[in-house]
């Protein structure tokens, strides 16, 4: 029996109007301000001009969200295409399913190519804007442990993470607490 653990958020939203304001949302939102903030000190600090950095990120940011729902579609073909499943699905990101990788994969391509054009120095840029990233990440993390998903095998340690039953992946209905 485990007598210490990390419990998990009751609620991942709340409601405005007609609309659900996700803690996943925000939590990732909260993850770009931050990256766009360090990598934004870090540029200007090596010389780099705001404007030029700004312009490259106002296109990596949707394209890196395009990128990370399109990995998150390839790599989970089964869920989006096949007998009764609506294929414009795919498109409804509003219903879950992004990954890191095709958000950086997606956001270094468009940064890439708009600093190719703009005369900006790519990996210079890069530097600049990795450790921001990596904290951004973190950020996003804190919106999978309000959605009660990306845990790991069971555990009975204290610093073990609840899981409600509703959350809890197929064949570990019976085990409360994850890494």
Not at 30 to 39: D, E, K, N, R, Y
Not at 124 to 133: E, K, Q, R, S, T
Request: net charge positive; with cysteine; proline share 7%.
């Amino acid at each position: 029996m485990v007598t210490l653990f990390i419990p998990s958020p009751s609620i991942s939203g709340f409601p405005i109007g007609p609309l659900t304001i996700r803690f996943y949302s925000l939590c990732l939102i909260t993850g770009m301000i931050a990256a766009w903030i360090i990598g934004l000190r870090r540029w200007k600090a090596r010389g780099g001009r705001q404007d030029s950095f700004e312009l490259i990120l106002l296109w990596a940011i949707p394209l890196g969200i395009v990128g990370a729902r399109a990995y998150h579609v390839l790599t989970h073909l089964g869920d989006y295409f096949g007998p009764g499943i609506n294929p414009w699905s795919v498109f409804f990101i509003w219903e879950g399913g992004i990954a890191i990788y095709g958000a950086v994969g997606g956001g270094a391509l468009a940064a890439w190519l708009v600093a190719r054009r703009e005369k900006v120095a790519f990996a210079a840029f890069a530097d600049a804007l990795a450790p921001g990233i990596a904290i951004g990440q973190a950020f996003g993390r804190f919106g999978n442990w309000f959605n009660q998903e990306l845990y790991g095998l069971p555990t009975d340690l204290p610093w073990g993470l609840q899981i409600d039953p509703a959350h809890r992946a197929p064949g570990f209905e019976q085990y409360a607490t994850f890494h």
